[in-house]
Nanobody
Framework: VQLQASGGGLVQAGGSLRLSCVAS????????MGWFRQPPGKERDFVAG????????YYADSVKGRFTISRDNAKNTLYLQMNSLKPEDTAVYYC???????????????????WGQGTQVTVSS
């Protein structure tokens, strides 16, 4: 599987961005897909993800109500709509995909074998 993320940039607090991640190499709908982020000097943390069926969405508490994850299986693309951005959302955002991840481990970065290259999101105050 190859993942190509895009859509990052510089935005003021309160603004919005939409990240995209295009997957290739495996049947997209079989992948457990999600987003992680890594702020400067900190560990990589779970942001949002889909269950294998695609029917259940999971979010970190820090982004609930502000971020929305979605997927377009026809375009092999995962999205992350980020609204009401805060300076603490500043990080490199990574998309992940794996056919073997289960619900109980999907918030763990170690569960994923395939990572996109990351896209920088910077939120100014």
């Amino acid at each position: 599987v190859q993942l190509q993320a895009s859509g990052g940039g510089l935005v003021q607090a309160g603004g919005s961005l939409r990240l995209s991640c295009v997957a290739s190499g495996l049947t997209f709908r079989t992948l457990v897909m999600g987003w992680f982020r890594q702020p400067p000097g900190k560990e990589r943390d779970f942001v949002a993800g889909f269950s294998r069926s695609g029917n259940t969405q999971y979010y970190a508490d820090s982004v609930k109500g502000r971020f929305t994850i979605s997927r377009d299986n026809a375009k092999n693309t995962l999205y992350l709509q980020m609204n009401s951005l805060k300076p603490e959302d500043t990080a490199v955002y990574y998309c992940v995909g794996d056919p073997t991840v289960i619900a109980s481990t999907m918030r763990l970065s170690s569960a994923y074998h395939t990572w996109g290259q990351g896209t920088q999101v910077t939120v100014s105050s």
